[in-house]
């Protein structure tokens, strides 16, 4: 498998593998970190079948794991300009679809129910591959598909700025997370609020089942998908913190704010479900 994968990648661009790691995470083959090349996986919960997305320079590749093989099989080989810096790539499955649709950036939505317009690679359509590409600059801290119709999209304070343009806000004021349909509007639901704010720029998300973890620069606050109300909670300007990993162990690294090259220390947030 693994003479197999660096064939592949040096017969499509990629010339310098810096390392190649395999991990097995739930009975699935991962591939990690190669030089311009970005990589994820996704499991299709309608169908069973598991997927491996891979960046390449000017392409994208899609394989299927075969069980009986036990190894990934290319099924799909993409020609697509993909953006410098990848900033944003994400699968989302939709049901009635054979293959997960590949997210490469959001953008603002173009009406007023859209709140953001999602810019994706189709490797089921057989015509036009990739949605039509939208000037409109953005930045995205992160996506997640929460439910079958339910993706978390996590906003900077830029962008909730564009949204809010009639509105007087302070452009560093907050950042937010919003609950959105595939299609890019809002929704909301008894389990979930369509909207979360933080008054800190958010730098990465964990997703729980029932809430959210906002980690920022000096800490950490959870809040709940349905009541907006704060879980948790960790603040420290002393203290600059990163969050190392989130696959079934939170782990949350800390330095001194006055010595960032100082030994850090490793924290692992116990007591919650696993993240999606």
Same mark, same amino acid.
């Given at each position: *498998? ?6 592949? #990648?040096?017969? !499509? ?11 097995? $995470?739930?009975? #699935? ?10 990589? #994820?996986?996704?499991? !299709? ?36 300009? /993909? ?9 989302? /499955?939709?049901?009635? +679809? ?14 007023? !129910? ?47 700025? +564009? ?17 959105? *349909? ?6 909301? %639901?008894?389990?979930? %609020? ?14 729980? +089942? ?24 960790? %603040?420290? $300007? ?20 006055? $010595?960032?090259?100082? $030994? ?9 479900? !696993?993240?999606?």
């Amino acid at each position: *498998n693994l003479l197999y994968l660096q064939k592949f #990648l040096t017969l !499509n661009g990629v010339k310098s593998v810096v390392s190649l790691k395999i991990v097995y $995470n739930l009975h #699935l083959l991962i591939v990690l970190t190669y030089i311009t090349t970005s990589s #994820l996986t996704v499991r !299709n919960p309608y169908t069973g079948h598991k997927y491996l997305c891979g960046a390449l320079q000017s392409s994208i590749v899609l394989l299927e794991w075969v069980e009986p093989m036990q190894k990934f099989m290319l099924i799909k080989h993409i020609d697509f300009p /993909v953006p410098c810096p990848l900033r944003l790539f994400e699968m989302l /499955v939709v049901p009635e +679809q054979e293959f997960p649709l590949v997210c490469v950036g959001v953008s603002r939505g173009r009406d007023f !129910n859209q709140v953001v317009k999602f810019e994706t690679v189709n490797p089921n359509s057989t015509s036009s591959w990739f949605t039509e590409t939208d000037t409109t600059e953005t930045s995205v801290v992160h996506v997640t598909q929460l439910e079958r119709d339910t993706i978390l999209v996590c906003l900077d304070c830029k962008f909730e700025y +564009q949204l809010n343009i009639c509105i007087h806000i302070h452009v560093h004021a907050y950042c937010c997370i919003k609950i959105v *349909n595939l299609q890019g509007r809002l929704k909301s %639901s008894r389990k979930l %609020s369509s909207e979360l704010t933080f008054d800190f720029q958010i730098e990465s998300i964990v997703c729980l +089942q029932d809430s959210v973890l906002a980690f920022w620069k000096h800490g950490m606050q959870g809040r709940s998908f349905r009541s907006n109300e704060i879980t948790q909670e960790i %603040s420290d $300007n002393t203290r600059i913190f990163r969050l190392l990993g989130s696959d079934r162990v939170v782990v949350l690294e800390s330095r001194p704010t006055d $010595n960032p090259t100082a $030994n850090s220390n490793l924290y692992i947030l116990a007591g919650h479900e !696993n993240s999606y």
